[in-house]
């Protein structure tokens, strides 16, 4: 992975011929295997797709070479995931591993554990979820009730996490919790600890949306053991370890082309049942603020190539991108003035249908928007010196 300061640019014939081959291999998949387009993250869990993925060295690129991965740039595994993404491919099984855990691992993990899921996870064989969120937390992440004792060889953790994507599939999940007493500074005394989601004491408990599907969970820890080799980081230091990871899970593509997909179906099978100005019209601003977000994320990308600072750009990122998702759907829904039907023969229908149901959590995951404005209102008022 290159963060130094004099990390090159990634020439623009190379990112043509990137995006070239990435969808000739989409269409391939879709010719042979068949899969209907997903929403983004929510997009089908397979492990077959992941692993060919990872075959073409397409999951983990940021990974350097020496733990399996390809040394590829920020920007380039940006490109990927975007026409992944625009295609509503199945990316469900490899996503928060490829983006948001190999880059902690990286950063905080240990040289051991770094040999042991860094090459499962650039092979597409190994999966994780996010352990943050709690029933009564929300995103005040400084207020986990999650505890971890101290026994010997390792801690015992208590509690419940909720909203934990893919938890009844993946292997692990890295899990924030209290390590040391509540004190006057919340966020001291966190710790992140690596727990397999097979462990004994762990319980996975489905949270279904409306139309049955199932991508969340809670999961209760009793008396769970996780040994001391699976602290990740430093014992104490778990809220500074989730500011520098939130940064990769909020500022990528996947905060604003959640609904992509469904705008391209609604072209290419509605597009003759609306006024052509009226569409124009919809089409039109939807596209300009989609490549405004793009650009914003496209250059936090070149940042964290470089080295720099990304949290605040990150959050901006994720609260425009995930207010724009939701805009989507409801721009859609006005111009059909259409009442989502998921049984519908139409894929767009059905894609509708989902989006509706799903969409109201964009702006919450991942921190809420209020909680994503109150960051960079923070770092305003430090930059302006405003009181």
């Not at 009844?168 to 710790?191: K, M, Q, Y």
């Amino acid at each position: 992975m290159t963060t130094t300061a004099t990390a090159p640019l990634v020439a623009a014939d190379l990112v043509t011929e990137l995006r070239k081959e990435v969808r000739a291999f989409i269409q391939s998949w879709w010719s042979r295997k068949g899969f209907a387009p997903g929403l983004g993250m929510n997009a089908t869990h397979s492990p077959e797709f992941s692993l060919e993925l990872a075959q073409r060295g397409w999951v983990g690129m940021a990974i350097p070479t020496q733990y399996g991965g390809r040394g590829s740039t920020t920007v380039e595994r940006f490109v990927v995931a975007e026409e992944l993404l625009a295609a509503g491919a199945p990316v469900g099984a490899h996503w928060v591993a490829e983006r948001q855990t190999a880059p902690t691992l990286l950063v905080f993990g240990t040289e051991a554990q770094r040999q042991l899921f860094l090459p499962r996870i650039a092979e597409g064989r190994c999966f994780f979820s996010i352990g943050l969120s709690e029933p009564d937390s929300g995103s005040d992440l400084a207020s986990v009730r999650t505890t971890a004792r101290r026994v010997d060889g390792g801690w015992l953790v208590n509690g419940t996490k909720i909203w934990t994507s893919g938890a009844h599939r993946n292997h692990f999940f890295v899990v924030l919790c209290r390590t040391r007493p509540l004190a006057d500074d919340r966020h001291e005394g966190l710790s992140q600890l690596i727990v397999d989601l097979k462990a004994p004491g762990l319980r996975i408990s489905p949270i279904k949306l409306l139309n049955g599907s199932h991508h969340f969970n809670e999961v209760a820890f009793t008396d769970v053991f996780v040994p001391d080799d699976m602290l990740l980081g430093e014992e104490g230091s778990g809220w500074t370890q989730i500011t520098s990871e939130l940064a990769h899970e909020r500022s990528g593509p996947d905060r604003f082309m959640s609904t992509y997909p469904l705008l391209e179906q609604l072209l290419r099978d509605r597009a003759t049942d609306v006024e052509p100005a009226y569409l124009n019209e919809t089409v039109g601003r939807l596209t300009a603020r989609y490549w405004m977000i793009r650009q914003l994320s496209l250059a936090v990308a070149h940042a964290i190539d470089r080295g720099g600072s990304t949290s605040v750009q990150a959050a901006i990122v994720k609260d425009l991108g995930t207010t724009f998702e939701q805009d989507v759907v409801a721009s859609i829904q006005a111009l059909l003035e259409l009442d989502p039907d998921p049984t519908a023969d139409s894929l767009f229908e059905r894609q509708l249908a989902e989006a509706t149901l799903i969409s109201p959590s964009y702006t919450i995951r991942g921190g809420t928007t209020e909680v994503l404005r109150s960051v960079a209102a923070k770092a305003l008022r430090s930059t302006h010196h405003v009181r």
